[in-house]
């Protein structure tokens, strides 16, 4: 077998074998530009989770001190039963945490892109307001061929039968 690609789009890794198959899928899967997406999607995640993680460190857990005396929730409504110990505050403080981060996710990342999407979809639906050139030199031949007779209306002799 070659190690030349052949061209077609199931033919590019066709004439491939082995490794070089492997990295010239894993290319083209590198080449759609997901992965890439996908990647660019978690550090800018990771990044922005540091972000989060400041505010609650820096603002979220001292206001839970002030209010509570606990730098956290974790010490709220503890409970021991036949020597199991329930952390219910532990919870509240994971919930807290997570709902934080939705929020700022939400308002930072979500409705930009929203409004910025609904701006895209205007400006794409009111742009379409004259037909293209080449649709309207479509429409004129169409318009042409219906005005002449169909070939099934014209007798053996060559004339038009009189309509009606």
């Given at each position: 077998m070659s190690s030349t690609p052949t061209p077609g789009p199931t033919g590019a890794r066709s004439g491939l074998t082995g490794t070089a198959r492997v990295l010239h899928g894993f290319r083209e899967f590198i080449a759609r530009g997901n992965a890439i997406e996908l990647a660019v999607g978690v550090v800018i995640g990771a990044a922005f989770g540091l972000v989060v993680s400041s505010v609650i460190d820096g603002f979220v857990s001292p206001l839970i001190a002030a209010i509570f005396g606990q730098p956290d929730l974790s010490g709220v409504a503890n409970f021991t039963i036949n020597h199991a110990h329930f952390s219910i505050g532990l919870i509240l403080n994971?919930?807290?945490?997570?709902?934080?981060?939705?929020?700022?996710?939400?308002?930072?990342?979500?409705?930009?892109?929203?409004?910025?999407?609904?701006?895209?979809?205007?400006?794409?639906?009111?742009?379409?307001?004259?037909?293209?050139?080449?649709?309207?030199?479509?429409?004129?031949?169409?318009?042409?061929?219906?005005?002449?007779?169909?070939?099934?209306?014209?007798?053996?002799?060559?004339?038009?039968?009189?309509?009606?």
């Open positions: 994971a919930l807290l945490q997570f709902l934080l981060t939705a929020a700022a996710v939400y308002g930072v990342v979500v409705l930009p892109l929203n409004a910025l999407q609904a701006r895209r979809t205007t400006s794409e639906a009111a742009a379409p307001a004259a037909p293209a050139e080449d649709v309207l030199l479509l429409q004129e031949i169409r318009d042409l061929l219906a005005a002449r007779p169909s070939v099934a209306a014209v007798d053996d002799t060559g004339t038009t039968p009189p309509l009606g």
